[in-house]
T-cell receptor, first 114, second 112 residues
Framework: DSGVTQTPKHLITATGQRVTLRCSPR?????VYWYQQSLDQGLQFLIQ???????AKGNILERFSAQQFPDLHSELNLSSLELGDSALYFC?????????????FGPGTRLTVT | AQSVTQPDIHITVSEGASLELRCNYS??????LFWYVQSPGQGLQLLLK??????LVQGIKGFEAEFKRSQSSFNLRKPSVHWSDAAEYFC??????????FGTGTRLQVFP
């Protein structure tokens, strides 16, 4: 158990809908990262937050957004869902960008868009 | 461009045999490198990391990896594989202290 929690574990929704994925980092970690794992794209970095502020962005679609709250939990919002958004979404956390480079991953949320 | 290549998509070994999973990277500076393991339906577990110093690093579950700058490689090894090691293994490179760049993974199958 990495100490990173993600909810829900599974999510099934229809095209055009909007969903929110939630992540709680390990105790003491200030950085949160979101990754997408799909069969065709592999593991791709989406976005990073550090202590509430966006720090780095990857190939995140405009339909996707994220935020990190004062209690350091983070949410990834996916809207206008398409079939191709079906994937495993991971959250990871680390102490911070200059204190620790180790990222610890949660169990993931499996999103199925029908 | 920074990248990670895992040349072997699928490897099969017998239980008790030795294992080496290959990883090659492309990066302009000294890389921070990681190996993660993903069991079916599970998240990614950090096996080991290389930041600097000793080029042979030890990890959990009896795994080790050797960083070779001249070959741009960071291969993962285990002297004796157990059936519970069957999983997918990912090599990753840390870019700009933020994002991890992953290889495509190597699926390990272990025969009894």
């Amino acid at each position: 158990d990495s100490g990173v929690t993600q909810t829900p574990k599974h999510l099934i929704t229809a095209t055009g809908q909007r969903v929110t994925l939630r992540c709680s980092p390990r105790s003491g970690d200030l950085s949160v990262y979101w990754y997408q794992q799909s069969l065709d794209q592999g593991l791709q970095f989406l976005i990073q937050y550090y202590n509430g502020e966006e720090r780095a962005k990857g190939n995140i679609l405009e339909r996707f957004s994220a935020q990190q709250f004062p209690d350091l939990h983070s949410e990834l919002n996916l809207s206008s869902l398409e079939l191709g958004d079906s994937a495993l979404y991971f959250c990871a956390s680390s102490e911070g960008p200059t204190t620790s480079y180790e990222q610890y991953f949660g169990p993931g949320t499996r999103l199925t868009v029908t | 461009a920074q990248s990670v290549t895992q040349p072997d998509i699928h490897i099969t070994v017998s239980e008790g045999a030795s294992l080496e999973l290959r990883c090659n990277y492309s990066y302009g500076a000294t890389p921070y490198l990681f190996w993660y393991v993903q069991s079916p339906g599970q998240g990614l577990q950090l096996l080991l990391k290389y930041f600097s110093g000793d080029t042979l690093v030890q990890g959990i579950k009896g795994f080790e990896a050797e960083f070779k700058r001249s070959q741009s490689s960071f291969n993962l090894r285990k002297p004796s594989v157990h059936w519970s090691d069957a999983a997918e293994y990912f090599c990753a490179l840390l870019r700009n202290t933020d994002k991890l760049i992953f290889g495509t993974g190597t699926r390990l199958q272990v025969f009894p």
